[in-house]
């Protein structure tokens, strides 16, 4: 997956895992959770204010930046991805592939993917209170 805003490139094989750039492709920096992480990205936030009420609340920070398959490919940097809505097949397929050892939880309502157990379950138990 690309990048083009800023070159980035994420890359999963069978045997790698690997981020590089379209300046230098064949320098790889193998990708790696981010356990520093403070942030989360809550795609489409602005259309569920009292969700992202009760997120903050929680002291879950977020930010949206708007871009779903984007915003999976850098889930190992970030304490989670969390998207409410219609999800297109094709703007999710390679995010999850790589992300595909995170936590993840994915019906036809949202999808969740976290790095630590307790976020994600923490997470999915907000989620499907306030939606459900």
Excluded: W
Aim: proline share 5%.
């Amino acid at each position: 997956m690309c990048n083009l805003a800023n070159g980035d490139l994420f890359v999963r094989t069978a045997n790698e895992y690997y981020r590089a750039s379209l300046e230098n492709p064949d320098k790889k920096e193998d990708v790696a959770a981010n356990p520093f992480s403070k942030i989360g990205l809550f795609e489409k936030s602005p259309n569920h204010p009292a969700l992202a009420k009760q997120l903050v609340d929680e002291g879950l920070k977020f930010r949206s930046p708007g871009a779903l398959a984007l915003s999976l490919a850098y889930a190992p940097y970030v304490n989670y991805v969390l998207f409410l809505g219609t999800m297109r097949p094709y703007d999710i397929q390679a995010g999850l592939y790589l992300s595909r050892h995170l936590h993840t939880f994915q019906n036809d309502r949202f999808l969740l993917v976290a790095q630590e157990k307790e976020v994600f379950e923490r997470i999915l138990a907000i989620v499907q209170k306030e939606i459900f």
